[in-house]
Each structure stands twice: as C-alpha cells, then as structure tokens.
C-alpha cells in the first residue's frame, strides 16, 4: 500500500509511508510547495486513523468529493468507521505537515485490554459504531510529534522510536481525553470537599512560583491532609505536586515559544531556585534542554 501523489512529480514534498507491524503504519508528509498537492491511501474498514496536522492545513476528502473536512494547525483529528473503508485522500495545503497513525482497531485494543473500557469509543455497543473527533495538540504532543517527524528513519531502531513515539501520544491523547469536566468526580460524594478540592487546585495554580505546603494547603481549605491527598488525586487524577507540576511545565513551553522570555527568566517566572533547577526539571520531563526546545520550535 503506497502513497499515490498525484500532482506534479517535480513539486517539493517529502512523503514516507512506514511499516511497523501488520496492519500498522505511520505516515510522515511535508508539502514545502506553495501549491497543493493530493495524497491518497487505500485503508479498510478494520483501521482507526489517526490524523496530527503541524503546520499549514488538510482537507479531507470523502465519498469521490462529496463530503470534506478541513483539520486546520495544531489539530488532530481520530477517525473510525467499521462499517465502510474509509481511505485515506488528503489535499494538503501549500506549506503544509502531518503524521498520520493507522492501526488495525484489534491491534489498537489490544493495547487497551486493561482499560479499554474507560474509553468511549471502546466501551460496550460502542465499539461498534463509527467515531470522529478534532481536538487541539497539546505542546507535549507537539514536542513528541516533532520528534517523530524529524527521527532519521535509516536508523536501525527506527521502528522501535517510531512505536514507542506513537504509543506516547496514545497516552496524551487518552490520558487527557478522560481528565476532561473530572471537577464532577464521582468518587467524592461530598459537595463540600469536592468545593474544597477544586479550590485547592485555584490556590496551587494562582500561586505557582511560591505554592503553599500540603500542611498550609490542608489549613487553608479546611480540609485533613488525608483527604486533600486522596480527594485531589481522584479528582484531577494525579497528586497535588505532580498536578502543578505538569501546569509549570506547560506554561514553561508557552513562555519559550513565545520568544519575549530567555531560560533563566522562565526559571524564574515559575519560581525556580536557580536556572540549573529549572533545566534539569524540564530535560527529566521532556527528554531535552529548555534551549534545545526552542530551536527544535523554530526548525519546525
């Protein structure tokens, strides 16, 4: 199964269409023309899509022209429908770049078996019937999509990256998926606590470069350590300090990518010690140095 390009072979693209297991493929394309060019892949029924678009724009097409959905930068869009093939036919925009993922849905619940059904389209009846969502990249996936797209693929672990890349973004995607509206969690039966928790949560985030400690948080809300603890981690699915974290981190990227902001003004912002605390916390989180994040930005 190849990519048809079926404009002008001299135009400027780059297009790699990668095998990593039966029925399992990723799909690497840049379009550095200004003009639109048309990719094209037969997929059955038996696959579920998924489509990242990192720059420019792509128009999909459906059913010889009679449907299109644009997914526009920084998108994503999953894709399913086990009731007719659904293949692949992109007009990507001029300046345009995507990765596509496109598995087999027994190879992709397979990778589900023990929490399957927490996720929607998984679960029950609904694995049955057809599934589309656009939903925003993140900067994590972001970073670890660009990653992808710049892995040499002569590489001899080029399918072990690329797997363990894909995989990653699963768990963004899914992880992220199910903490959406979890301020109504059903594990805290108490309105109070659960009022309680969310405005620790507001302390935590308001005050980020000089948090309170779980003691003075706990006094703060009126609420023991114990169930600050376990009502946040249920609520918002992790621990307080994992949770600000994770907010620190991503406003870390915001504010490089920004430009307005060097490395050790960011450190500061979010009320690092020292520039070198603030490198070693963001390479052990992303795998890379806060400046090696911004070039690779800019590259992309």
């Known amino acids: 199964m190849k990519i048809n390009e079926l404009n002008n072979e001299k135009q400027s693209s780059i297009k790699e269409d990668i095998l ?15 003009e639109e060019r048309l990719f094209q892949k037969e997929i059955d029924a038996s696959y579920i899509q998924f489509h990242f678009c990192l720059k420019g724009g792509l128009e999909f097409i459906f059913n010889e022209g009679s449907y299109n959905l644009n997914l526009s930068s920084n ?15 992109i007009r990507l925009k001029g300046d345009s770049v995507f990765i596509s993922t496109l598995i087999s849905i027994t190879r992709f619940h397979k990778l ?4 399957g ?6 679960s029950g009846e609904n694995s049955n019937q057809k599934y589309y969502k656009i939903n925003d990249i993140n900067n994590v996936m972001l970073l670890v999509l660009n990653q992808m797209l710049k892995y040499r693929t002569s590489s001899i672990t080029k399918d072990l990256y690329l797997k363990s890349k894909i995989y990653e973004t699963f768990s963004l995607i899914f992880n992220s998926e199910n903490n959406t509206g979890t301020d ?4 805290i039966l ?9 405005l620790a949560k507001d302390i935590i985030l308001d005050r980020f470069d000089e948090p309170p400690t779980l003691v003075e948080l706990s006094n703060e809300i009126d609420l023991s350590l114990r169930q600050l603890k376990q009502g946040f981690k249920e609520t918002y699915g992790k621990p307080v300090f994992k949770y600000l974290f ?3 981190m991503d406003k870390a990227t915001r504010l490089l990518i920004g430009g307005k902001y060097n490395v050790n003004e960011v ?10 605390h603030f490198i070693h916390a963001f390479k052990k989180n992303f795998g890379i140095t806060p400046l090696a994040y911004i070039k690779q930005s800019y590259e992309s």
């Open 267 to 276: 450190s500061i912002k979010l009320g690092y010690s020292t520039s070198s």
């Open 112 to 115: 589900f078996s023990q929490d």
């Open 20 to 34: 990593l297991g039966e029925k399992f493929f990723c799909l690497r394309i840049c379009n550095h023309n200004n």
């Open 75 to 89: 998108k994503y869009l999953i894709l399913y429908n086990p009731k007719r093939d659904l293949p692949v036919n």
């Open 184 to 187: 109504k969690c059903p594990f």
């Open 117 to 122: 059904h927490t996720i929607d389209f998984l």
């Open 190 to 198: 108490n309105d109070d606590h659960l009022k309680k928790i969310k």
């Open 246 to 248: 994770d907010y620190k």
